[in-house]
């Protein structure tokens, strides 16, 4: 237990005290016998007992650099006091001792106001390095966010785009319907037009599909023309097609392409299915028929040399019968 | 083996087998004869030159051929500079391409509107053995590629869309009308297209690339 009890002290001579050590042991039984020292805040932060000078606060508990400064504030308080006794017991000459002290406490004063502006300095760093922090801090967060929403507007402009488009394709789509449920005579046109094309015998329409048979296919290949004979293309209205070879299938070929009726379309599936899709059978018809004209050795399923040349007695018959 | 040794320095970013589709490149002058160079260079080799002119003083700026070719057909003197430069032996073609059956992909570097809307309505539209149709235009610093399946109907509607008449080209003056880089950029855009579909990447439908504002837009 303490002998003398504790207060709090957040400042001594004007000075902050460190938060571990702003304490000071009050005056009471065991002190307070001498003269009490009282700063500007009317603190006791010490007393004399004759030419003894005590500090009742933890001097060395303080900051380093404001250790001196402490120190000096309270020989500069305490001292006057103890003056007289020393004078006395030492046989001092008192003026002298009181133009000493004096030049002391300007010096201490000094020393203040040094100290005073090394923290002005040292809290205006203190506070540009903060601000800069600050700011720094700021620029990131708002780069992330920046990134954050132009992302977010990307995705948005991607999802206007393609929902433009769709808007588009769905508008233009509904006209053709439109188109085609109000003008059945444009229907009667696309079968003629289907009619018409040069390598088309016969068109029909029969459940669900539109039936085609072509003119013998001749292609060229390696400088000789070979006779694939006549075709039966079935364009399906849900898309599927189906090309069957009527006069010259190779065993389950009917086409270097073509393997049982199923036609391998490579890079040409895809615009085939659209064209099927808008229901414009003459483009398909156009397109398929080039691909039964074109052999490509890259990827056809059964060479074309075991179809026969053009010229040969068979193919000529499959001609003449044209 | 010597094609891999060649294209070392590309393998990576596509094979030489890859790049087997015939060529056909329509017209050999100022995007014509650029592209075939670079196509050449990036390892096309069944390429296939059609042009029916003869290399003038004036084409020299402007077009890959040399002092040497004044007067020569521009397909003959083109297949042999490609042969030069890559080894490639490209066919030359002394004629026009009107009505006829190409397999492989197209590139156009035709000359007027109405050579690119006979070359597409004859030749190109709705053909299956024409998995890519390239249709370069050039006007002065500015360039434009279609990239075009013929068999899709997306495809198909775009680039009808851009044909118009000659009567409505903006006149561009005899001596504004061609510049070397552009025909560099050009090709370019030709050989990345192929290089893409060679690779099965997506195709740009159109590309748009302006060198005086440096601006390179897919719209």
């Excluded at chain 1, 300095?121 to 540009?128: F, G, K, M, P």
């Excluded at chain 1, 193919?315 to 044209?322: E, S, Y």
């Excluded at chain 2, 094609?3 to 017209?27: C, K």
């Excluded at chain 2, 890559?86 to 391409?97: E, F, I, M, N």
Aim: hydrophobic residues 40%; contains cysteine.
């Amino acid at each position: 237990m303490p002998r003398s009890s504790i207060f709090p002290l957040p400042f001594a001579h004007d000075i902050p005290l460190s938060d571990a050590a702003n304490r000071a042991l009050a005056l009471g039984t065991q002190l307070g016998r001498g003269r009490p020292l009282l700063d500007g805040d009317a603190h006791a932060v010490g007393e004399t007992l004759g030419t003894n000078l005590y500090c009742l606060f933890d001097l060395l508990g303080q900051q380093a650099t404001w250790i001196p400064v402490l120190l000096r504030r309270h020989l500069d308080l305490g001292l006057p006091h103890v003056l007289p006794a020393l004078t006395v017991r030492e046989d001092l000459q008192a003026d002298r001792l009181e133009d000493r002290l004096r030049i002391l406490r300007e010096e201490t004063e000094a020393l203040v106001r040094a100290r005073q502006v090394t923290l002005r300095r040292e809290a205006r760093e203190a506070y540009v390095r903060a601000c800069q922090e600050r700011v720094a801090e700021e620029i990131r967060f708002l780069q992330a966010e920046i990134g954050f929403l132009e992302d977010g507007v990307e995705e948005v402009a991607r999802r206007i785009a393609a929902d433009t488009r769709r808007l588009t394709e769905g508008r233009r789509r509904l006209r053709l319907l439109h188109g085609e449920r109000d003008q059945p005579e444009s229907s009667g046109r696309e079968l003629e037009s289907l009619q018409a094309l040069p390598e088309v015998c016969e068109a029909r329409i029969q459940d669900g599909r539109i039936s085609l048979i072509t003119a013998p296919i001749l292609v060229e290949h390696g400088g000789r023309r070979y006779c694939l004979g006549r075709f039966q293309l079935d364009l399906h209205f849900n898309g599927d097609v189906r090309i069957l070879n009527l006069t010259d299938r190779t065993g389950l070929y009917d086409h270097p392409h073509v393997h049982q009726g199923r036609p391998r379309l490579g890079t040409v599936r895809e615009g085939v299915a659209k064209l099927l899709g808008e229901y414009q059978f003459v483009a398909a018809t156009e397109v398929l028929i080039d691909f039964l004209k074109t052999v490509n050795p890259a990827d056809w399923r059964l060479p074309v040399l075991h179809w026969p040349e053009a010229g040969h007695e068979a193919v000529r018959g499959v001609l003449a019968a044209t | 083996m010597r094609r891999y040794v060649e294209f070392l320095r590309q393998l990576d970013l596509v094979r030489p087998e890859a790049l087997d589709t015939p060529l056909h490149l329509v017209g050999c002058g100022g995007i014509g004869s650029f592209a075939a160079m670079a196509l050449a260079k990036l390892g096309c080799s069944r390429l296939h030159l059609y042009d029916d002119d003869r290399v003038e003083e004036h084409n020299v700026p402007n077009q890959l051929f040399r002092m040497a070719d004044v007067g020569r057909p521009k397909a003959e003197a083109l297949a042999e500079i490609l042969e030069a430069f890559t080894g490639t032996r490209a066919r030359a073609h002394l004629r026009r391409v009107e009505a006829e059956r190409l397999q492989g992909i197209v590139v156009s570097g035709v000359d007027s509107m109405a050579a690119r809307k006979t070359l597409w309505q004859k030749c190109v539209r709705h053909r299956a053995g024409i998995p890519l149709f390239l249709d370069g235009r050039l006007g002065a610093e500015v360039c434009r590629l279609y990239s075009i399946r013929p068999a899709d109907p997306d495809d198909v509607r775009c680039y009808e869309g851009s044909l118009y008449e000659d009567s409505q080209a903006v006149p561009l003056s005899c001596t504004a009308g061609a510049i070397i880089y552009t025909g560099f950029a050009m090709a370019s855009l030709v050989a990345d297209q192929v290089k893409k579909f060679a690779t099965g990447e997506a195709i740009a439908r159109e590309i748009f690339c302006d060198l005086k504002t440096l601006t390179l837009a897919v719209p």
